[in-house]
């Protein structure tokens, strides 16, 4: 990240150009595969390393960090989860290994949290294909996607159990158009509104079974709530480093104005709020690794690491004073991604419903764990299924 990301990525957002290559350089070196097994290219290593690695991501450039999910998470884990063995071993290493662009795809204009509620989009059976039409918001790389996961109903009757996932190859089929969104967030890792035309779905690209795609999603963004955490882990620490950095060079009266107590004040009430919030996001990781129920721990850990990032952002824009509004400073966009994650992967308003009728005993937030049917990268080697069918 340091030597090979950190020195070219303004070029990149300067010339709005994707970094590609960067994408694919990652994923050889292992940064997207750590929750997953050997035999899908991943390295095994669990979801503590994967906390580590994309907590260091995020501090160095959370803006080339922002595919992490496409590439190592929830869009993986989805097919990984649900997928049969070829489907899995078809298109899970080449995202994991950073050779193909991931997408997951929920999201509708207007849906907001209410995503299955509101789903407008529709996925109609034709034959040997479905025909999908409607509209997606929010959807990250969608305008470089070479795979993805799209979420659309396939029974308008069935509320959520009328609602399915399908693998997705925007490239290969017509039908899809993404339209980059215009924010202050990355000008090369583009999210965007995706318009659906009759968009073409072989039907083998059927993820799981027709109304199963709300749970497969719901299944996958629970671990996606700790890849959030950990970025925003990583982006609050960041905005603490370039606060120390500022608050040692930038000098009044002959001294860094680090001396004064106020900024001292700031750094130390910056520097326990990450700590507390890695012991949160750290602790999710390990219950994840080791079978443990980890839905309500993750949704305490995403909830406190999106308000520490926040918090830090704009104790450091304090620190900056009016220089942590100039788009030379790197505190400018880490606050624009602060505000991202308190919102992004599940907002803070529902993170603390979660958490409310979990602790009041109205509904746990573990009553789902180890009763899901689907695959656990952590658990379940998908290459023990291939075996088990040659043997038989």
């Known amino acids: ?84 063995p070829e489907q899995v071993m078809k298109y899970v290493p080449g995202l994991v290994a950073g050779q193909t662009i991931g997408m997951m795809s929920l999201s509708e204009p207007g849906s907001g949290s209410d995503a299955a509620g509101a789903m407008k989009t529709t996925a109609r059976r034709d034959g040997d294909v479905y025909r999908i039409n409607g509209q997606k918001m929010w959807a990250s790389m969608a305008n470089q996607t070479d795979v993805g996961v799209l979420i659309a109903r396939t029974n308008a009757e069935a509320g959520i159990r009328g609602i399915s996932a399908f693998i997705v190859e925007p490239k290969k089929y017509p039908g899809f158009t993404a339209q980059p969104i215009d924010t202050i967030l990355s000008k090369a890792m583009r999210t965007n509104l995706v318009f659906l035309d009759d968009f073409v779905v072989p039907a083998e690209n059927l993820l799981g079974a027709e109304g199963q795609g709300f749970k497969i999603v719901m299944y996958a963004l629970q671990s996606g709530r700790v890849t959030i955490a950990a970025k925003a882990l990583g982006t609050a620490q960041a905005c603490l480093d370039e606060a120390v950095r500022y608050a040692n060079e930038r000098t009044i009266s002959g001294q860094p104005i680090g001396k004064f107590q106020m900024i001292q004040s700031d750094i130390a009430e910056m520097t326990a709020a990450i700590e507390a919030s890695r012991a949160l996001v750290y602790k999710a990781a390990y219950a994840m690794d080791h079978g443990a129920p980890f839905n309500r721990i993750a949704s305490i850990a995403k909830y406190q690491a999106a308000q520490t990032a926040k918090f830090c952002a704009e104790k450091a824009q304090q620190i900056f004073g009016g220089y942590g509004l100039a788009t030379e400073y790197k505190i400018s966009w880490l606050s624009a991604y602060a505000s991202l994650f308190v919102n992004g992967e599940g907002s803070a308003n529902i993170q603390k419903l979660l958490i409310a009728n979990d602790s009041l005993g109205y509904k746990s937030a573990d009553r789902h764990h180890g009763k899901t049917g689907f695959r656990n990268p952590r658990v379940n080697d998908v290459a023990d299924e291939v075996k088990d069918r040659v043997g038989s």
Do not use: K, W
């Not at 150009?17 to 097994?37: M, Q, S």
């Not at 991501?57 to 049969?84: E, L």
């Open 1 to 84: 990240m340091r030597t090979e990301v950190a020195p070219v990525m303004d070029g990149f957002e300067e010339r709005h150009e994707f970094p590609r290559d960067l994408v694919a350089r990652a994923g050889a070196v292992g940064l997207y595969g750590a929750a997953f097994p050997e035999s899908v290219g991943g390295t095994d290593v669990g979801y503590v390393a994967a906390t580590v690695i994309q907590e260091e991501m995020s501090r160095i450039d959370v803006r080339f960090a922002a595919c992490n999910n496409q590439q190592g998470s929830t869009c993986p884990t989805c097919i990984y989860a649900a997928g049969t």
